[in-house]
């Protein structure tokens, strides 16, 4: 079932169609960080060395009204990457027609175009986000074959992903295969032992990870706001902390299925308002105080999870182990980095919007073997489901 890479593909003189994730942060016609373009280079050079026409397109934010499309145009985006690039980019402000055809025929090997916002046609019946097949064929009819590097949007069934696959050879770009290889190849066949940890604000967000990791991992090390629904579950009183009164039955019912799997925090670090200012002390889970609430995982749990991920050969990592956007109760976010970056040996994957963010934020980025770049797609891929975006890229 393997699919076919970028690399498979013969993409001399071919014109190449590139679903990149250009799905950038602007503020004001600004790119406030251009990570996933930089992210993007390695696929785009390798067409263009391979003497390819590259022709690329993305989505960027949600197209609702006509007035959306001022802002979230493109244009700086390909400005950008002819930047990052060191050469032209032909962006061109259309999603179809004949301005769009004729920039295309004007290509000659090497040269690389951008096109409009694929969300643009979204205005018109949401062609793109329902994966309209007259679209979908007609962007295929573009190109010669297909080249999908967007993981992000992996999880959807666009126009401009399944869409194009259906109707052209395709293959995956080299961050999509990255992301194959370490979810989705880890996760159904790891190395062992392979420890999950788990955090982040919710259970109701993570029910669905919860449930697949528990089928294949050997230890789940669960922190941050969720811990506090299963310490419930176990009798405990856990003051004013984060609860999901109605997921206590479903912890409980995690707990007995888990058979031992699941290690829950022994300590936390309690204060009494949402606040970096406060006072702060830790306190075992059994004395967690009534009017206090759990921001953090405390030091005993920092050294229980150390031991736990002694050893350990696959550590997948979803949701930060407190709320590190303060720096008092990032301690144990940094902790759980630290005893990771220790590992020799191991494959160590972490995916998730806030998680990545976190490990970037607080320096151990080069620390893990991979950073996911989806954080909707990292999150139902380690639940195991098929994404069709990747499903749909044709197999070796
Ligand atoms: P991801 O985006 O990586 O999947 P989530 O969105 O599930 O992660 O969770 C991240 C959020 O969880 C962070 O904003 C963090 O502040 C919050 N969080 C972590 N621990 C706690 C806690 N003990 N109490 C409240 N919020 C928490
Ligand atoms: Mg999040």
Request: with cysteine.
């Amino acid at each position: 079932m393997a699919k076919k890479i970028v690399s498979d593909l013969q993409l001399k003189d071919k014109k190449v169609l590139v679903r990149v994730d250009f799905n950038v942060p602007m503020k004001d016609g600004s790119i406030t960080n251009d990570n996933r373009i930089v992210e993007a280079l390695p696929t785009i050079k390798y067409i263009i060395e391979q003497g390819g026409k590259a022709i690329l397109f993305s989505h960027l934010g949600k197209v609702k009204t006509e007035e959306d499309k001022e802002k979230l145009s493109l244009a700086p985006v390909a400005k950008r990457l002819s930047e990052l690039l060191e050469k032209e980019v032909t962006f061109v402000p259309e999603t179809r027609g004949e301005k769009l055809e004729s920039a295309i025929d004007q290509l000659k090997s090497g040269d690389v175009l951008l096109f409009e916002n694929t969300r643009f046609e979204d205005l018109d019946g949401k062609k793109e986000s329902k994966n309209d097949p007259e679209l979908g064929k007609y962007w295929a009819s573009l190109g010669d074959v297909f080249v999908n590097d967007a993981f992000g949007t992996a999880h959807r069934a666009h126009a401009s992903n399944v869409g194009v696959a259906s109707n052209l050879e395709s293959a995956a770009g080299f961050l999509m295969e990255k992301e194959i290889k370490f979810i989705g190849d880890v996760v159904a066949n790891p190395e062992r032992p392979f420890v999950a940890i788990l955090g982040g604000a919710k259970v109701s967000d993570k029910i669905g990870v919860i449930e697949n990791l528990l089928n294949v991992a050997d230890k789940i090390l669960i922190g941050g706001g969720m811990a506090y629904t299963f310490l419930k579950a176990q009798g405990k009183e856990i003051g004013q902390s984060l609860l999901e009164e109605d997921k206590i039955d479903l912890a409980n019912d995690l707990l007995a299925r888990a058979n031992g799997k699941i290690v829950l925090p022994v300590d936390g670090l309690v204060t009494k308002e949402f606040s970096n200012d406060g006072e702060i002390k830790a306190v075992s889970v059994d004395e967690i105080p009534q009017d206090l609430q759990s921001l953090d995982i405390g030091p005993k749990t920092i050294e229980l999870f150390k031991s736990e991920l002694q050893g350990a050969k696959t550590v997948v990592w979803n949701g930060p182990m407190g709320v590190f956007e303060m720096s008092n109760f990032a301690k144990g976010t940094i902790g759980v980095c630290e005893a990771i970056a220790e590992l020799s040996d191991a494959t160590t994957i972490i995916g998730g919007g806030d998680s990545a963010a976190a490990a970037m934020q607080l320096g151990f980025a080069e620390k893990f073997t991979h950073i996911s770049t989806g954080g909707g797609a990292s999150l139902e891929y380690l639940e195991g489901k098929v994404l069709p975006g990747i499903d749909s890229i044709s197999e070796k």
